[in-house]
């Protein structure tokens, strides 16, 4: 089969990538349009056209604007989405970069559900499974979450309390918070041996289309393995895994 080489379409669909991105600044002018795509305005108002009919563009005060179809469309997509399935690559990609093994996880306050765990080179026995909860507040995978989540979310997490896992589970609420705000700040969670003995997890948030937190991204090994000076490469390997699933999920960039 021959390759689609139609120039109209692809500057179609390059405009119509041009005010998605422009919408959520207020929209952009047809001469910006057009400039954006390398085109005369002439040519962008042609292409423009067909979208306005089909509802994928509006206008508004001489500024072009994402149109009611291209929610629906957005939302047919992700009501086909499985998220196990859609996380796959990412995850598998991460197992082979990190040599350890993987997990992603959904929120179900004060607890973390692992969904989907894939087992690195050097199998370890761990607590986590597939349909298995930790508690969020001494998990990597539940820091990363909360690092991210609506600050009730945190705060129920804290009234539900800091029960101890290891002896160095953080307990104190106030040590707690500031500990979220590090991970906001560097972007990734660190679990050192405090949710379970001997066991090291470095996890990153995963963010839906409105960019919210919705799940989170871990590898997961022996202590003796996940060292401190592995921390940093770990974490930049679980962020961009967090980054791939979340840009399938329609995450802004």
Known sequence: ??????????????????????????????????????????????????????????????????????????????????????????????????????????????DMVYIDKIDGPGRVRMNSYVGSRQPAHSTGVGRAYLAFAPPEAVD??????????????????????????????????VDDVENEADIRCVAAPVFDHDGAAVAAVSVAGLATRITPDRFERLGELVVAAGRAISHQLGAPQ
């Open 1 to 110: 089969m021959e390759r689609n080489n139609s120039s109209s379409l692809r500057r179609g669909i390059a405009l119509l990538d041009a005010v998605a991105e422009a919408t959520a600044s207020g929209g952009a002018t047809l001469t910006e349009l057009a400039a954006a795509i390398g085109v005369h305005k002439s040519s962008a108002l042609r292409l423009l056209a067909p979208l306005a009919e089909a509802g994928l563009v509006r206008v508004e005060g001489g500024r072009h604007l994402l149109g009611p179809r291209t929610a629906q469309l957005g939302r047919g997509y992700l009501d086909s989405v499985d998220l196990r399935a859609l996380a796959q690559p990412a995850l598998r990609r991460l197992v082979e970069e990190s040599g350890e093994s993987v997990h992603l996880v959904l929120p179900d306050l004060p």
């Open 156 to 189: 129920a997490v804290v009234a539900h309390g800091l029960t101890p896992r290891t002896e160095r589970t953080v307990t104190e609420p106030a040590a707690f918070r500031a500990g979220l705000a590090a991970i906001r700040e560097r972007g990734y969670a």
